[in-house]
């Protein structure tokens, strides 16, 4: 089993940027595709980003292709998502998430980090 622990999140105006990152503990990243998803408050958990175990596609949501990137470093067992030009619709908790390699579904959650962007 496998540990996922967010950081980074935090408050940014309109427009800047901000970096969150995932940590996994237990079991190395490296049999994980990962992904990053979000809550708004009254709101569906909606997808953001993933990434292949091995780093070689990534997946963006509509909603934020051209402004976010997923990364990951699998001999850090930390997967990142940088997050540019923010907008106030970006607010919400963020949560990373790890799917074993071969299932469609995301079995480990982490506990998420709150993202607020100010306007």
């Known amino acids: 089993q496998v540990q996922l622990v967010e950081s980074g999140g935090g408050l940014v105006q309109a427009g800047g940027s901000l970096s969150v990152s995932c940590t996994a503990s237990g079991r190395t990243l490296r049999s994980y595709n990962m992904g990053w998803f979000r809550q708004a408050p009254g709101k569906e958990r909606e997808f953001v980003a993933g990434i292949r175990w091995n780093g070689d596609t990534t997946y963006y949501a509509d909603s934020v292709k051209g402004r976010f990137t997923i990364s990951r470093d699998n001999a850090k067992n930390t997967v990142y998502l940088q997050m540019n030009s923010l907008k106030s619709e970006d607010t919400a908790v963020y949560y990373c998430?790890?799917?074993?390699?071969?299932?469609?579904?995301?079995?480990?959650w982490g506990q998420g980090t709150q993202v607020t962007v100010s306007s």
């Open positions: 998430a790890a799917g074993v390699v071969g299932r469609r579904t995301y079995d480990y």
